[in-house]
């Protein structure tokens, strides 16, 4: 067990719809990323939570946006649900001391989502 | 942009066997990072690897990160029915203030008892 923590676990929602996905980070840890993992493939970056201030993204659009909260928690929230949005989400914790300097990370259960 | 590619996408493995899997990024890398799932799981961090040529071993497992810090290979000798799952490679890249992980597309190992 890592200690990162996601909720809910499993989550249906219908195309238009919103959804927000809920990571705790291990404890000590200060920065949460946040994955996207669609069946049969590896995680993609989605952004990334350090300080409460998202300081890296990838080819993800708006509506995909996040927050973290001073205990280092964290929320994905998803606008306007499209199919293809179905998917695993992960988060994963690291402690980051130096801004751009990666620690390892360590990923929660995930959140599987299924839009319909 | 960045790219990491992995290869094979499958692998069957007789128990006992020997296997590698290859990772290639199209640009330098930061570092390298190696992780497993198993169906059903979340990536649990194997290791990673920073240093321009370097070698690490956990028991069966011996990772290698290439000399131009490109590229990046897991051998596993004996296989065993544990050494099941996907196994994903990651490149770190960094910018100027921060950074991102980018993962293979995963090699997935079923083992043959």
């Known amino acids: 067990e890592t200690g990162v923590t996601q909720s809910p676990t499993h989550l249906i929602k219908t195309r238009g719809q919103q959804v927000t996905l809920r990571c705790s980070s291990q404890?000590?840890?200060?920065?949460v990323s946040w994955y996207q993992q669609a069946l049969g493939q590896g995680p993609q970056f989605i952004f990334q939570?350090?300080?409460?201030?998202?300081?890296g993204r990838g080819n993800f659009p708006p509506r995909f946006s996040g927050l973290q909260f001073p205990n280092y928690s964290s929320e994905l929230n998803v606008n306007a649900l499209e199919l293809d949005d179905s998917a695993l989400y992960l988060c994963?914790?690291?402690?980051?001391?130096?801004?751009?300097?990666?620690?390892?990370?360590?990923f929660g259960p995930g959140t599987r989502l299924l839009v319909l | 942009g960045q790219q990491v590619m992995q290869i094979p996408q499958y692998q069957h493995v007789q128990e006992g066997e020997d296997f590698t899997t290859y990772c290639n990024s199209s640009?330098?890398?930061?570092?390298i990072q190696w992780y497993k799932q198993r169906p059903g799981g979340h990536p649990v961090f194997l290791i990673q690897?920073?240093?321009?040529?370097e070698v690490k071993k956990q028991k069966r497992l011996t990772f290698q990160f290439g000399e131009a810090k490109k590229n990046s290979s897991l051998h596993i000798t004996a296989t065993q029915t544990t050494d099941v799952g996907t196994y994903f490679c990651?490149?770190?890249?960094?910018?100027?203030?921060?950074?991102?992980?980018?993962f293979g597309a995963g090699t997935q190992v079923v083992v043959t008892p």
């Open positions: 994963a914790s690291s402690l980051v001391i130096l801004a751009g300097e990666q620690e390892t990370q360590y």
């Open positions: 404890s000590g840890h200060n920065t």
């Open positions: 939570y350090y300080r409460e201030e998202e300081n």
């Open positions: 640009t330098t890398l930061s570092n």
């Open positions: 690897l920073v240093k321009s040529g």
């Open positions: 990651a490149g770190y890249f960094r910018t100027d203030s921060w950074g991102k992980l980018q």
